[in-house]
């Protein structure tokens, strides 16, 4: 079964950048789409960036000119740099690829503060 390993993440004043790693068991490059998603208190997981096999990336309208996703496939990692944080950022990241069922990992904790 795939195992998918988030870290990075941490406590960081608004305005201030991440860097988060996500490391696959799989073999990634097989893989079309890659993405990261986040989850806030309250509120439902979503999908905040996404890396296609063809070097193509989609963001959410709520992070895209301060979120960059990367994807090295020779070594099975994903990451995901995030500049220009804002409190509203704040949630729990998970990195998957949609649509392959593979279980979520335990995701890495981004707490932004004012």
């Known amino acids: 079964q795939v195992q998918l390993v988030e870290s990075g993440g941490g406590l960081v004043q608004a305005g201030g950048s991440l860097r988060l790693s996500c490391a696959a068991s799989?073999?990634?490059?097989?893989?079309?789409?890659m993405g990261w998603f986040r989850q806030a208190p309250g509120q439902e997981r979503e999908l905040i960036a996404a890396?296609?096999?063809?070097?193509?990336?989609h963001y959410a309208d709520s992070v895209k000119g301060r979120f960059t996703i990367s994807r090295d496939n020779a070594k099975n990692t994903l990451h995901l740099q995030m500049n220009s944080l804002k409190p509203e950022d704040t949630a729990m990241y998970y990195c998957?690829?949609?649509?392959?069922?593979?279980?979520w990992g335990q995701g890495t904790q981004v707490t932004v503060s004012k």
């Open positions: 890396a296609s096999g063809d070097g193509s990336t």
């Open positions: 998957t690829a949609p649509g392959m069922g593979w279980p």
């Open positions: 799989a073999n990634i490059g097989s893989i079309n789409v």
